[in-house]
Every structure is written in structure tokens, then in C-alpha cells.
């Protein structure tokens, strides 16, 4: 697609569930960022994929948070046993991350999930 | 430990004028400045950017201005226009890829 696209669009849940969040990524984009904004806030760093390197994990907020992608394509964001304090947007980034030009790490975000949670 | 703050939640301007929104950061290790715009509902689009080794960038409209002695930087757009009605985010990175965004500027610009 042109854009990189998130599901779903909205999300409600109660608290204790696990939720999975998910993002598409633009084609040939190699880095993938996952933030998350609560009301008011500015986005706020959760875990950054590029390549086949391990993943920079130093944003998520708890052990309930984890991430995954598979090759350069999809990734899934899980949220296990949520908590009130989940509820965020959850917004999704990817770059080209070209080899050393700063201008091809310029970060393209997906419209994001709005978690709610009860 | 806010690292980029951004003072003004709220910026109102006349259509036709300048506007000016202003981000300071206290981390000197950051070398890239962005500008982010945010229309309800969506994900944050990419305005503008600036390295640190510059210290004006313009494109049309938007001109982002970075002064390192003050950790300091601004967006002027002029002419403003009521589409450019949006939350704006600065935003910083530095050795490490992820953005360290500021709380964001509600800009309104009236017809």
C-alpha cells in the first residue's frame, strides 16, 4: 500500500485482557517504530525493529509489552493483562533507513489504534 | 525528564499571518530536529527537518530555524492558512533512531 496502514482502528477492552495491535508497514521500509500517545501527551518511544537486528525493547513501559516482526513486513504490538493506564493511542512508524543519509530515516506514521480500556 | 518540550499547548493566528511555534530541548546529543502535523484522527505527518550542522531550513511556507547555543528551534510558516489548522510536534533523534517528541502546539489559524 502507499501508506502504512494499522489495525484496528479502535480497540476496547476490559482490564486483564491481551490485546494485539497490528501495523503494515510501507513496502521496502526497513526500521519500525512503534509509539504510543496518551491524552494530552506527546508520542512517546515503545520499540524500534531494523533489519534482522535484534530489537531496541529500551521504550516499553512493563514485561506485559511486547513486539514482533516478521522479516521487514508485519508487526504485531501485545499488551497482556491491560491495565487502565493502556489506554493510548498506539501509532505505528516506518523508514527507509537508508545507509547514512539522515533525510531516509524520516519516520512515516500509520493513523494508529485507540485503546481503550475499561 | 522531559528531554523536548514544546511551552505553548494552544497558538491562535490570523490568516495571512506568521506563525511561529517554538521547542526547546535539553539533551545535546540530539543532531536532528523534525516537525511533525497532526490533523484529528490520523497519524503525525512529516513537515520539515534541520541537522544540527544547519541553522535555517526552508521549504515553501515552512522555514524551521535551529539555534544550538539556546537549544532552541522554531517553525515559522507565512502565510498561515486555515488548513494549516493542526497539532504540530517537534520532535529530536540523535546516535539512536527513535524520536523524542515534544507535547505538541494546537495551532489555529482563523479565517
Known amino acids: 500500500g502507499a501508506g502504512v496502514s494499522q489495525s484496528p482502528s479502535n480497540k476496547v477492552t476490559e482490564k486483564g485482557k491481551d490485546v494485539e495491535l497490528r501495523c503494515d508497514p510501507i513496502?521496502?521500509?526497513?526500521?519500525l517504530y512503534w509509539y504510543r500517545q496518551r491524552l494530552g501527551q506527546g508520542l512517546e518511544f515503545l520499540i524500534y525493529?531494523?533489519?534482522?537486528?535484534?530489537?531496541?525493547k529500551s521504550g516499553l513501559p512493563s514485561d506485559r509489552f511486547s513486539a514482533e516482526r516478521t522479516g521487514e513486513s508485519v508487526s504485531t504490538l501485545t499488551i497482556q493483562r491491560t491495565q487502565q493506564e493502556d489506554s493510548a493511542v498506539y501509532l505505528c512508524?516506518?523508514?527507509?533507513?537508508?545507509?547514512?543519509?539522515?533525510?531516509?530515516?524520516?519516520?512515516?506514521f500509520g493513523p494508529g489504534t485507540r485503546l481503550t480500556v475499561l | 525528564d522531559q528531554q523536548v518540550k514544546q511551552n505553548s499547548p494552544s497558538l491562535s493566528v490570523q490568516e495571512g499571518r506568521i506563525s511561529i511555534l517554538n521547542c526547546d530541548y535539553t539533551?545535546?546529543?540530539?543532531?536532528?530536529f523534525l516537525w511533525y502535523k497532526k490533523y484529528p484522527a490520523e497519524g503525525p505527518t512529516f513537515l520539515i527537518s534541520?541537522?544540527?550542522?544547519?541553522d535555517k531550513n526552508e521549504d515553501g511556507r515552512f522555514t524551521v530555524f535551529l539555534n544550538k547555543s539556546a537549544k532552541h528551534l522554531s517553525l515559522h510558516i507565512v502565510p498561515s492558512q486555515p488548513g494549516d489548522s493542526a497539532v504540530y510536534f517537534c520532535?529530536?533523534?540523535?546516535?539512536?533512531?527513535?524520536?523524542?517528541f515534544g507535547s505538541g502546539t494546537q495551532l489555529t489559524v482563523l479565517p
Open positions: 520532535a529530536a533523534s540523535g546516535w539512536a533512531r527513535q524520536l523524542t
Open positions: 512508524a516506518s523508514s527507509l533507513e537508508g545507509a547514512g543519509a539522515r533525510s531516509t530515516d524520516t519516520q512515516y
Open positions: 534541520i541537522s544540527s550542522i544547519k
Open positions: 525493529f531494523q533489519g534482522n537486528s535484534a530489537p531496541d
Open positions: 539533551n545535546s546529543m540530539f543532531d536532528y
Open positions: 513496502s521496502g521500509h526497513t526500521a
